[in-house]
């Protein structure tokens, strides 16, 4: 009985799991609730990785990492209006970082929505994303599906990556249609970042410049770290000799130790250089908009090298004199082949000044980072995290907060492409947890999440996904007792703590211990390095609470010229 043979038939659901699986994409950051709640489940019942967090800002920064990691996109996943608009701000932020990611989200009704009749989660989603991101798509019926999931995937990947957000209606997710009809409307994007060739007169062009300059400068970005092209970039750095600063997620491309970088002589090269060659990098604030007193504005103009795939980001902030354009690969493996075997190294003047200070530099470093005070300081923490990325080069690392973050950024030498992951173009918060679950779903290697006590906060939660999953990640919150630091007072006799003040002696270990994992309280270096190395190798989640110095921090570390100054002084 009822068992005559129905027509095959597919549905929404299926379709959008489908057309991903068929492109590869294995894993989505997802929030449930209505009405994706199937989606994640039969996500899972199908084979698919369906991470489930507790805020859809962090899934969201999972998907935008795993992005960045992969160069697939990440596939976040919410519910419409609130949820969605959670997940909108991971997406704006994957967009300025140029990381693939797409996000999709379930919505109201559009005859509701759009006649304004009041649905549950009303809200014009698509075009609310479309401004915030790179591009924006909406699937009515099932039969586009496919073609809907395959312009994502090209919009997020080709060219210039970023953010995409695809538009699914509620009722898309039940409509049916013939099996068979459904799996041939799928799309295998064939190729979805085609490499993008520089002219060859654009290559000559930049080795003219470079063949002329005295004091040359090699510029890595965290583009260059996307493009996965490590051996070119070594090569290219290797050959022509030229001294290089990464950016800081362009750190590890090559070593940290090697010794053409210029990192701890920055200031100097930065001044002093005549023609810089730009490697997926943006003259963003990150670079002070290449000019200024930073780019030494008095020893007259530089002259820029850019190798970008976006054509527009040449001439953003000053004059490029040699622009490269297209893929990082294409473009680096080209410079090689012009330069030959027998590329004259720049001068021993020039390559000699930066060696003097680095050394200087780097020795009064090594002072700092040997002292023992107490309570811990940002240096001597953070001798102890450096020391663990050595013994461990693999371990990724993520890295947020304000004085946390400067000083690691200096501080943790990394050895290996693509390990470092940190706040990024705009110097965000909140991005710590979303970043360490996606680090740690994406490579299966140890995570250490260093985080200022303030920017932990934004994510803390995800500390309960971290156990679910069992993720191999170790948090170590950098505790001094506020933001920028804990000693601020009110001024104005109410009972109020300062704005920038947290609860004192806070004992962020406690929640790591509520949900099944490690916690550890450390007030010496000693205990945070025994700690830490036994959460490397046991794998198991951990929370070290590192109590520092609370009069230790400066306000927004190194950026406190951007604070707006008061036309009023205080009373
Ligand atoms: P950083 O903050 O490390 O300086 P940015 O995010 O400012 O780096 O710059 C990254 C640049 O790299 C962007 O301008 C982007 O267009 C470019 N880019 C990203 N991926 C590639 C690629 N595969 N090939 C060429 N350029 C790329
Ligand atoms: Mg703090």
Known sequence: AGDAPEAETTDGFHLVIDALKLNDIDTIFA?????????TRMAQAQG????SFRHEQHAGNAAAAAGFLTQKPG??????????????????NATTNCFPMILISGSSEREIVDLQQGDYEEMDQLAIAKPLCKAAFRVLHAQDIGVGIARAIRAA???????????????LFSQTMDALAGKQSLIKVVDPAPRQIPAQDSIQRALELLKGAKRPLILLGKGAAYAQADADIRALVETSGIPYLPMSMAKGLLPDTHAQSASAARSYVLQEADVVLLVGARLNWLLSHGKGKTWGAEKGPKQFIQIDIAPTEV?????????VIGDIGSCVS??????????????????????????????????????RPSPMNFHSALSVIRDQIKARPDAMFV?????TLDFARSIVDMYEPRKRLDVGTWGIMGIGMGFAVAAAVVTGKPVIAVEGDSAFGFSGMEVETICRYNLPVC???????????????NPSGTADVAPTVFVKAARYDKMMEAFGGVGVHATTAEELQKGLAEAVASGRPTLINAVIDETAGTESGRITSLNPAMAKKKA
């Open 157 to 171: 990947v080709s060219g210039r990556p970023g953010g995409v957000y695809l538009d699914l209606p509620a009722k």
């Open 334 to 371: 080209a410079l090689l082949a012009g330069m030959g075997s027998n590329w004259a190294k720049p001068p021993a003047e020039w390559t000699g000044a930066i060696a003097e200070r680095k050394e200087k530099n780097l020795a009064k470093m090594a002072q700092q980072l040997a002292a």
């Open 475 to 489: 948090i170590v919150v950098f505790n001094n007792n506020g933001i920028y630091r804990g000693t601020d007072v």
């Open 31 to 39: 929030l449930p609730g209505i009405p994706i709640t199937d989606l």
């Open 399 to 403: 890295n947020e907060g304000a004085n």
């Open 48 to 51: 698919m990785r369906v991470i």
């Open 75 to 92: 596939i976040c996943l919410t519910v419409s209006a609130p949820g969605f608009l959670n997940g909108l701000t991971a997406l704006a």
């Open 315 to 323: 001439d953003s902030n000053v004059a490029i004199a040699a622009p």
